[in-house]
């Protein structure tokens, strides 16, 4: 998103972090034709969008930030493919994955379901790659399974600027919890406008904002159900007990990079230190 990146990590990840620098300078690509699409059954009344792809021995689960789908990683899917076997998900209200008028779209929620989704498909040795919204995700994830006597199944983790310490809450996020700005917003102005709008306030570099990669976003905003899942996940973003969440951050034991852009807009680069 970002002219410049900082890397906070272990030497064993470098190569990842080349790879996400290097796809700021590139063109975008669509997802590779190896790709297959899947629905994880959370429950009777929830669906979860994924897809796989890759050949690779180690699996590797990508989740994707606020208001964005699993399409968000479509250009470095090419890129690491050959490398490790990759589930993108759909978080809940976002994508095509389910968006039901449950009230539940809390961090806590979305954490469960990726806890659930890795126990579903017996993975082990497994890295956890987040970015912005969905890197808080992980971190929830991985404490949540590291308080099973079991071995965690999340050895590695990827934060790209991540939500984890307090902050004020971003422009778009504010105007969803706002209880008159939302509808007005949401209901009025055509999801493609949203999106570019959005877009054109995160990226450093503007030339980046490709009509595909405005399309990314747009075309799941006016699904049934996304006005309200997007708003309650805004509503529920900050969990209720940070304070415990944030003491236990520095017990997590996976090997972890942090890969932030200098000019984020969004998560200062402070956060990342």
Aim: proline residues 7%; charged residues 15%; aromatic residues 10%.
């Amino acid at each position: 998103m970002t002219k410049a990146v900082h890397c906070f990590l272990m030497p064993t990840f470098v190569c990842f972090c080349v790879i996400i620098v290097a796809c700021a300078t590139r063109r975008l690509n669509l997802a590779p034709d190896t790709m297959s699409r899947h629905t994880y059954p959370y429950s009777s009344e929830i669906n979860i969008n994924y897809e796989t792809s890759g050949q690779g021995a180690r699996s590797m689960i990508l989740l994707h930030g606020f208001g964005a789908s699993l399409e968000s990683w479509n250009d470095i899917l090419p890129m690491l493919d050959n490398t490790f076997r990759i589930y993108r998900l759909d978080l809940k209200g976002h994508g095509l994955s389910a968006k039901p008028h449950d009230g539940k779209y809390s961090i806590y929620e979305q954490a469960r379901i990726v806890t659930a989704f890795i126990k579903h498909q017996q993975l082990r040795d497994t890295i956890l790659v987040g970015h912005s919204y969905g890197g808080a995700v992980a971190i929830i994830a991985y404490l949540s399974l590291a308080e099973a006597a079991q071995p965690n199944p999340i050895t590695t983790m990827i934060l790209i600027d991540s939500a984890g310490y307090p902050q004020s809450f971003p422009f778009f996020v504010t105007v969803l919890r706002h209880p008159i700005l939302n509808p007005i917003v949401q209901n009025l102005i055509p999801a493609r406008v949203r999106a570019a709008h959005t877009l054109n306030r995160l990226f450093y570099d503007r030339g980046r904002i490709a009509e595909e990669r405005v399309n990314r976003y747009a075309r799941y905003f006016d699904l049934p159900g996304a006005h309200y899942a997007l708003a309650q996940c805004a509503k529920q973003i900050l969990p209720p007990n940070v304070v415990t969440v944030l003491a236990r951050i520095p017990t997590i034991t996976a090997r972890t990079l942090v890969i932030w852009g200098a000019n984020d807009p969004v998560i200062p680069v402070s956060v990342g230190q």
